[in-house]
């Protein structure tokens, strides 16, 4: 059973900076659609950045575009979200995601991630 694992969340003040990082247990590495998506206190989870491993392809959700990167270290078994300028509205639970391996397919939608890790707590404080 492949599950993924997130780590480098924590608290910062605003304008600060925060890696996270997720590694899947899987020991193929076929080309897989992977992400990172986030649910603040009382909101519904929302789209925050996908990378698809077969051609490092990236895909931001515009409040987070030009603030957060995303990569991957090997390919189809880890990713880092790198988040720079920090504001408190980033404030929320960070959780991984992998799923289609279509690369046409890769990108922002949830429904194509059938596979979540338990999360990753990020409190930005102003």
């Known amino acids: 059973q492949m599950f993924l694992m997130e780590s480098g969340g924590g608290s910062v003040q605003t304008g600060g900076s925060l890696r996270l990082s997720c590694a899947r247990s899987?020991?193929?590495?076929?080309?897989?659609?992977m992400g990172w998506f986030r649910q603040a206190p009382g909101k519904e989870r929302e789209a925050v950045a996908a990378?698809?491993?077969?051609?490092?392809?990236?895909y931001y959700s515009e409040s987070v575009k030009g603030r957060f990167t995303i990569s991957q270290g090997r390919p189809g078994i880890t990713i880092y979200l790198d988040m720079n300028s920090l504001k408190p509205e980033d404030t929320a639970i960070y959780y991984c995601?992998?799923?289609?391996?279509?690369?046409?397919?890769?990108?922002?939608?949830?429904?194509?991630?059938?596979?979540w890790g338990q999360g990753t707590q990020v409190t930005v404080s102003s």
């Open positions: 899987v020991s193929n590495t076929e080309s897989v659609c």
């Open positions: 995601a992998a799923g289609t391996r279509a690369s046409s397919l890769c990108g922002l939608d949830p429904t194509f991630f059938p596979s």
């Open positions: 990378i698809y491993s077969g051609n490092s392809r990236t």
